[in-house]
């Protein structure tokens, strides 16, 4: 018997409308009872916007308008209310980005965003398998791979672990990166990692889970962010504190260097 408050898993059966082909490296957010699904790989790059309603059991797609991106893989996906960022992932073989593009669900308009890059230092190169986590008025991306090639069929993988801060205001387009101080040790780099946002007494905190980098990681590390960003305005008034909460690396590391077309089969 199955106790109360438990969870329980539940396989949706009877959906109506055009259901997405199968596929893996795309990215889903929630918007209310609509769960959008963008992207991933299936015998190449697929580029299609898929909108699931969970109340009616339906899927549509939306007639969607503006800077349409191509499709991605590995990118990052963040929710902030009706906009919708994507940023990077990897756009076809060997080939990874690092362009910023924001869907508007309330029309379904895309829009491709020129972010002002960091008062000090480079803007976050082309990557794939980051994470990419909003709190308040900020997204925070970490990590990645890079390709070092300039061939996209010779690849030159190289694990990222740097840190960038992308600036959001509220009812605008205009966006810009930051690269925000912090202390402690870094996490090693990594690809594929997972990345969440808790917040607790007006204190956030950015967790950062696994990953692989030639091996498979199962560390877990914590950023102290402090006080909610929305609370300090623009800038930083305070440094961001790296620490590790535990460390355990699979024991046989892989032997091959990742490939750049695992999206694609």
């Not at 756009?91 to 508007?104: M, R």
């Not at 199962?218 to 620490?243: H, Y």
């Amino acid at each position: 018997m199955q106790k109360r408050g438990t969870p329980r898993w539940k396989r949706v059966l009877g959906w109506t409308g055009p259901v997405p082909r199968p596929r893996h490296g795309h990215r889903a957010v929630s918007i209310k009872e609509l769960m959008v699904v963008f992207g991933g790989g299936n015998e190449g790059i697929v580029d299609e916007l898929h909108v699931y309603n969970t109340a009616t059991n339906q899927w549509f797609i939306p007639a969607v308008r503006g800077d349409i991106p191509p499709g991605c893989a590995a990118y990052g996906f963040v929710c902030d209310g009706t906009r919708l960022l994507v940023f990077g992932g990897m756009v076809e073989y060997g080939k990874y980005s690092n362009e910023l593009y924001e869907l508007q669900a309330s029309r379904w308009e895309w829009k491709r965003l020129k972010a002002k890059p960091p008062k000090k230092g480079p803007p976050p190169c082309p990557r794939l398998g980051h994470s990419f986590s909003l709190i308040g008025s900020r997204c925070f991306l970490f990590g990645g791979l890079a390709n070092d090639s300039e061939d996209p069929k010779n690849n030159i993988p190289r694990y990222l672990n740097d840190l960038y801060c992308l600036e959001l205001r509220p009812g605008s387009t205009v966006v810009s990166w930051e690269i925000p101080p912090t202390s402690g040790p870094a996490p090693p780099p990594r690809e594929s990692h997972t990345a969440v946002m808790a917040s607790r007494g007006g204190v956030s905190r950015l967790i950062i889970y696994g990953g692989m980098n030639g091996c498979r990681l199962g560390d877990l590390w914590v950023l102290d962010i402090g006080e909610a960003p929305q609370s300090r305005g623009p800038g930083w008034s305070r440094t961001l504190t790296w620490f590790q909460m535990f460390r355990m690396c699979a024991a046989s590391c892989l032997s091959v260097s990742p490939s750049p077309d695992w999206f694609l089969s």
